[in-house]
């Protein structure tokens, strides 16, 4: 459910309401039926807080707004160690650890907003950036190296946004602006 974007505050109501209610003190779920089919609760959580499709990693694809959450080394598809945290209903960060230096493709959780990516040896990393294709959010796509961890953070002002304020308080002749 979390995979196809399900609303967050149902899927952990229904992890309440099937699972921890009938959770002992060591985790062991009493109902009698199944066993291990109790840890897709795990791949659950797990997708409601990072996901990778198509080769793009994504994280918080699916989390309750207004919570605050964090996760740590995740493994996703491309040999890949995610880890970030969501505070005031805006990710704070992403740290992810390359194992065999692919290429990674994140979608940008701040938009379109520059960011700022450095690696274990605290180098800058080049990126460029890009969109999805079917749903047009913005990504950001940088070589990595095997074994190296990348920190990913916002840099600061959304510049397309900006451009967009300023054409608004252009004068007619286009090379001043109107003084409010």
């Given at each position: 459910a979390a995979r196809v974007q399900y609303d967050a505050d149902k899927l952990v109501s229904k992890i309440n309401t099937y699972v921890i209610s009938k959770m002992r003190a060591n985790y062991y779920v009493d109902d009698n039926t199944h066993g291990w089919e109790k840890v897709g609760v795990?791949?659950?959580?797990?997708?409601?807080?990072?996901?990778?499709?198509?080769?793009?990693?994504?994280?918080?694809?699916?989390?309750?707004?207004?919570?605050?959450?964090?996760?740590?080394?995740?493994?996703?598809?491309?040999?890949?160690?995610?880890?970030?945290?969501?505070?005031?209903?805006?990710?704070?960060?992403?740290?992810?650890?390359?194992?065999?230096?692919?290429?990674?493709?994140?979608?940008n959780p701040w938009g379109n907003a520059d960011v700022t990516i450095t690696?274990?040896?605290?180098?800058?990393?080049?990126?460029?950036?890009?969109?999805?294709?079917?749903s047009g959010e913005k990504t950001i796509e940088f070589a990595t190296e095997e074994n190296t961890t990348y920190t990913i953070t916002e840099s600061g002002v959304d510049k397309t946004a900006l451009e967009e304020l300023y054409s608004q308080y252009k004068d007619e002749s286009g090379t001043g602006y109107v003084k409010d």
């Open positions: 795990l791949e659950a959580l797990n997708n409601m807080m990072v996901q990778s499709d198509g080769g793009i990693i994504k994280v918080f694809p699916v989390w309750r707004e207004d919570y605050d959450g964090k996760f740590s080394t995740i493994r996703e598809k491309g040999a890949f160690l995610v880890s970030s945290e969501m505070k005031d209903n805006t990710v704070q960060y992403i740290e992810l650890t390359s194992e065999k230096g692919t290429d990674a493709k994140i979608v690696d274990s040896n605290g180098n800058k990393v080049e990126y460029t950036k890009g969109e999805t294709v079917n």
